[in-house]
């Protein structure tokens, strides 16, 4: 089955304590990009990458790290978690951007809380 | 399930009846437009997209139109479901802006049986 899987679903961390929340698609898609979901300010997206090494800011990168060593998988790090990071957060994927803009696939949302 | 949103616009509508969810863009040199569902509990899911250079595109119960001049861009769903119950975002590109795609806040849509 086509799918973008995200891990953990559900986390909560103290401040300052670093973590990753995984991404992983198996569709080769050579889009993947991070989003974070807060009310009433709908979907931002947080960083982005066209392939693999290749990586660039959204709109909102302050705090947020990534990397893409493999196609497949596109990790979120929090190097220093904040209360302020605390949100819902997506992962998305989709076709080669060069043909245009396409279909994105989201995985199913990580809940982070951060004390 | 998750909550996506605390204070969003709703709109309620009869099983049966049209809805129309509408979206205000900002930026005129934006050149493509998606629609995105979301349900409780699960990740946003395309509906239907349509390029700056196109006026109106239709899916399988679905219509997107565009008027560039007025910068405002609706969803049409025929018949609607219970199913159809979900927040509804468009999105947009902007034109030189890569790949970062700029979400609206989103619309809530009821269905009363």
């Known amino acids: 089955e086509a799918q973008v899987t995200q891990n953990p679903r559900y986390l909560i961390t103290v401040t300052g304590k670093k973590l990753t929340v995984t991404c992983s698609q198996n569709m080769n898609h050579e889009y993947m990009s991070w989003y974070r979901q807060d009310p009433g300010l709908g979907l931002r997206q947080i960083y982005y990458s066209m392939n693999v090494e290749v990586t660039d800011k959204g709109d909102v990168p302050e705090g947020y790290k990534v990397s893409r060593k493999e196609k497949r998988n596109f990790p979120l790090i929090l190097e220093s978690p904040s209360p302020n990071q605390t949100s819902l957060y997506f992962c998305?994927?989709?076709?080669?951007?060069?043909?245009?803009?396409?279909?994105?696939?989201f995985g199913p949302g990580t809940r982070l809380t951060v004390t | 399930g998750e909550s996506v949103g605390l204070h969003l616009p709703t709109l309620s509508v009869q099983e049966g009846d049209n809805s129309i969810i509408n979206c205000a863009y900002s930026n005129s040199a934006s050149d493509y437009f998606i629609w995105y569902k979301q349900e409780s509990g699960k990740g946003p899911q395309f509906i239907i997209d349509?390029?700056?250079?196109?006026d109106k595109r239709q899916g399988q119960r679905v219509t997107v139109l565009l008027n560039k001049t007025v910068k405002h861009l609706s969803l049409q769903i025929a018949a609607t479901q219970p199913g159809d119950s979900a927040v509804y975002f468009c999105?947009?590109?902007?034109?030189?802006?890569?790949?970062?795609?700029?979400f609206g806040s989103g619309t809530r849509l009821l269905v009363r049986p």
């Open positions: 349509i390029r700056s250079n196109m």
């Open positions: 998305a994927s989709s076709l080669n951007p060069f043909s245009g803009m396409n279909e994105q696939y």
């Open positions: 999105a947009e590109n902007r034109r030189g802006s890569s790949y970062k795609l700029i």
